[in-house]
């Protein structure tokens, strides 16, 4: 049997989604691939400091307990719709299109109405686009970690 090169197999791991991780979650019947924060550290930094998001990406923020959230735009550089979701992963809140902010702590924040345990942050303008109304149900991949 051929060995295969290691940067060749690499390539394929990472085509295939095995050796990413492969998390994803499904919303409005659209599969993004998600970064997971689930710890402190991760979600104060969040997509700060990046000048893009690639289509079809996003960022799965997952909290220890359902209770309000309150999420800003300190340091972040792109728009984003920001999706709070609540135990169940039904849609409580959204916060469409909100704006990059450059102002430091005196970036406004964008709160959820009700208690959310999961926030997940996408491209502005998806939220429009799959045209998401409260209620919808988050589908977490089998690559999330269990919720704690």
């Not at 728009?79 to 809140?93: A, M, N, Q, S």
């Not at 999961?118 to 939220?127: T, Y």
Request: charged share 25%; with cysteine.
């Amino acid at each position: 049997m051929r060995r295969m090169s290691p940067a060749l197999l690499v390539s394929a791991l990472l085509l295939s989604g095995c050796a990413s991780g492969g998390e994803w979650v499904e919303i409005g019947g659209k599969r993004y691939t998600v970064e997971i924060a689930d710890d402190d550290t991760e979600r104060a930094r969040g997509l700060m400091f990046r000048d893009a998001l690639a289509d079809g990406t996003g960022m799965l923020f997952i909290h220890e307990a359902e209770e309000p959230q309150a999420y800003w735009m300190k340091n972040t550089r792109i728009p984003l719709d920001i999706l709070y979701f609540d135990e169940g992963r039904k849609l409580v809140t959204q916060q469409r299109n909100v704006p990059p902010c450059s102002a430091g702590n005196a970036c406004p924040s964008y709160p959820s109405d009700q208690p959310a345990r999961f926030v997940l942050e996408l491209n502005a303008g998806e939220a429009e686009r799959l045209k998401l109304q409260d209620g919808a149900e988050l589908t977490l991949g089998k690559g999330i970690p269990p919720v704690r």
